[in-house]
């Protein structure tokens, strides 16, 4: 099955730096990645996604890159806010249905 | 528009009971996903079902099962509970599930089961 792994586990930014969090996926028939933003005590929130025939995108202050060849993808954060101290998880799935694999999760900080 | 619901938010259970946790999926969307959540990492799948059907399952003992009803809210069974199933149980809805392109998931808060 997929395999998805996550880097950092942790990450200390100062506010208004970048954060970047890289994943790996070992399925090459994965072409969905979605990203969530889990705060304590709450549920995964969708912040971004990125299928497989597109290499970049963005949204305001986050964006996503996907290389299929090197079977990575990661997540971009510019100017941080204390806002954004959340767990970030990056997940895969194939066309099958919603059946997401998650990476481990990478808890950021963002000091003030 | 109400996200995902799910109830209870919190549930304690023993050893040895069964449980069973809710979910109703956002408005016009027929696709409903369980995940477990153990503390310190990353949701894993349970099961997914679309369109009042099963169509997928994770890796999980036969002691979890699924359904979802006609108004496409779903239900999550665990018998038998062990101290290991504690965890913090999510349901996910989507618009579309089975066979077509991936589209947007959106989870609930989730319920918190403790097993003592």
């Known amino acids: 099955g997929e395999n998805v792994e996550q880097h950092p586990s942790t990450l200390s930014v100062q506010e208004g730096d970048s954060a970047v969090i890289k994943c790996t996926y070992s399925d090459s028939a994965s072409n969905y990645f979605p990203w969530y933003k889990q705060e304590l005590g709450k549920g995964p929130q969708l912040i971004i996604d990125i299928r497989s025939n597109v290499g970049e995108k963005k949204d305001q202050r986050i964006a996503v890159t996907l290389n299929k060849t090197a079977k990575h993808f990661s997540l971009h954060i510019t100017e941080t806010q204390p806002e954004d101290s959340a767990v970030y998880f990056c997940a895969a799935s194939m066309n099958t249905g919603n059946q997401f694999y998650f990476g481990t999760g990478t808890s950021l900080t963002v000091i003030p | 528009d109400a996200g995902v619901t799910q109830s209870p938010t919190h549930l304690i259970k023993t050893r040895g009971q069964h449980v069973t946790l809710r979910c109703s999926p956002i408005?016009?969307?027929?696709?409903v996903s369980w995940y477990q959540q153990v503390l310190g990492q990353g949701p894993q799948f349970i099961f997914q079902?679309?369109?009042?059907?099963?169509?997928g399952r994770g890796n999980f003992p036969d002691r979890f099962s699924a359904r979802q009803f006609p108004n496409y809210s779903s239900e999550l069974n665990v018998n038998a509970l062990l101290l290991g199933d504690s965890a913090l149980y999510l349901c996910?809805?989507?618009?579309?599930?089975?066979?077509?392109?991936?589209?947007?998931?959106?989870f609930g808060q989730g319920t918190r089961l403790t097993v003592v």
């Open positions: 079902y679309y369109e009042k059907e099963e169509r």
């Open positions: 996910a809805s989507s618009s579309q599930g089975a066979l077509r392109l991936n589209t947007e998931a959106f």
């Open positions: 408005s016009g969307h027929k696709s």
